[in-house]
């Protein structure tokens, strides 16, 4: 059973950096999934926080005079992209067998591991976040919304195999960079990118 393969320059890459590297690209591919999802149903999901801000009896424009969008725009959408590229990028670098690439990956892993885990958090406390900015607004429109209703319907609009996708998105993210970092780590690991 073989345990390493050719690199573009003749020498033999271990089985545990071509691992460290694929995993880069799932990472990257897991940060895509979410905006790529909210590139597709993001006119729905708006409708739906519009129709839901109606139901409450306020003008749905009322969201959009306060900035508030549901669709993927913005910093929503290349944060992301950004993130996803940068990933994919140093895993290139890592399976081309440079020492830099070994060593962003020990830098960017851990920085996208606690931003998935803040992003991940702040999720979980959007309810009370867009209550707290309804009731700060000063406008006694925005602050009759219920925003809890107004997230669910938005919500509501995704397909439901959605939550799926979350939940493999934090596993593939949260399992990748830490084993990429431990097979980064490995004794193959270290021989490779010492060598010439």
């Known amino acids: 059973m073989a345990t390493a393969s050719q ?25 895509l999934s979410i905006p790529l999802i909210g590139l597709v149903y993001g006119a729905d999901v708006q409708a739906a926080a519009e129709a839901e801000t109606a ?32 990933v994919a990028a140093v895993g290139a670098t890592v399976l081309a067998g440079k020492r830099f690439g070994r060593v962003l990956s020990w830098i960017f892993l851990p920085l996208v591991l606690i931003g998935n885990g803040l992003i991940m958090a702040s999720n979980a406390a959007a309810a009370d976040t867009v209550q707290t900015l309804f009731d700060e607004s ?6 009759s919304l219920d925003a809890g209703a107004l997230l669910d319907a938005a919500y509501s609009a995704y397909p439901g195999w959605l939550p799926a996708v979350e939940s493999a998105r934090f596993a593939i993210v949260t399992l990748g960079c830490l084993v990429a970092v431990v097979l980064l780590a490995l004794r193959p690991a270290r021989t490779h990118f010492r060598k010439a």
Not at 7 to 31: D, S
Not at 138 to 143: E, M, N
């Open 7 to 31: 690199t573009a320059h003749g020498r033999t890459r271990p089985r545990v950096v071509t691992a460290a590297a694929v995993l880069h690209w799932a990472i990257a591919l897991a940060f």
């Open 138 to 143: 000063g406008d006694p429109a925005l602050q």
């Open 55 to 86: 139901r409450q009896g306020q003008d749905p424009g009322v969201l959009a005079e306060h900035g508030l969008a549901f669709d993927e725009t913005g910093a929503a959408l290349w944060a992301p992209v950004s993130i996803a590229a940068l």
